[in-house]
């Protein structure tokens, strides 16, 4: 397991079409997470799992976004009815819960850059 | 709303001098801290964590964390042009593992 995989690298979709990606994470990492990142802005948080469960969606997630984690393994993120605001790169990472207040650094996977035209 | 705020730049550093990054945050309940390091049309890599004041030192990067001051900051000794990136700080509160990142800072180490 060599690291955090995403797929696709790229997708250029027309606008109104519905688009999925998928992560594969570090295989003994519990939790997953989905962030969006745009020109010049640092990642935006979106969504994250541990395990199977979605602990957290961000509010600025409209309910056109969605994501699961099906068994605790890959995720997916899906988005329906794109915009041209989608537009953007979405990235996934992987963790292992650590005990007490510290929290383990995230693997970045290398992205999925989405244009809507 | 939870920020981590940093100076977009650029900052610009000739090869061997010390590079100084910063980030400051708005949440106290923060407990974990971490740098990231984004070359363009990359992911970030993760380069230092730090959970409790002080300065803790990995190769040429010293990370600082001043909780009462609520300042983070990244030290790169004898840059060299290869550490040109943009320098991305994040924050995490206890119990939750989000990460807020910092809008990045990018860096120029001029040869």
């Known amino acids: 397991d060599t690291g955090v995989s995403q797929n696709p690298r790229h997708k250029i979709t027309k606008r109104g079409q519905n688009v999925t990606f998928r992560c594969d994470p570090i295989?003994?990492?519990?939790?997953l997470y989905w962030y969006r990142q745009t020109l010049g802005q640092g990642p935006e948080f979106l969504t994250y799992f541990q395990n199977e469960a979605q602990l957290e969606k961000s509010r600025l997630l409209s309910d056109r976004f969605s994501a699961e984690r099906p068994k605790g393994s890959f995720s997916t993120l899906e988005i329906q009815r794109t915009e041209q605001g989608d537009s953007a790169m979405y990235l996934c990472?992987?963790?292992?819960?650590?005990?007490?207040?510290?929290?383990?650094?995230?693997?970045f996977g290398s992205g999925t850059r989405l244009t809507v035209v | 709303q939870k920020e981590v705020e940093q100076n977009s730049g650029p900052l610009s550093v000739p090869e061997g001098a010390i590079a100084s990054l910063n980030c400051t945050y708005s949440?106290?309940?923060?407990?974990?801290f971490f740098w990231y390091r984004q070359y363009s049309g990359k992911s970030p890599e993760l380069i230092m964590s730090i959970y409790s004041n002080g300065d803790k030192e990995d190769g040429r990067f010293t990370a600082q964390l001043n909780k009462a001051s609520q300042y983070v900051s990244l030290l790169i000794r004898d840059s060299q042009p290869s550490d040109s990136a943009t320098y991305l700080c994040?924050?995490?509160?206890?119990?939750?593992?989000?990460?807020?990142f910092g809008t990045g800072t990018r860096l120029k180490v001029l040869a």
């Open positions: 949440d106290r309940g923060s407990q974990s």
């Open positions: 295989s003994e990492h519990n939790r």
């Open positions: 994040a924050g995490a509160t206890s119990g939750t593992y989000k990460y807020i």
């Open positions: 990472a992987s963790s292992l819960v650590g005990g007490g207040a510290a929290a383990y650094g995230y693997t």
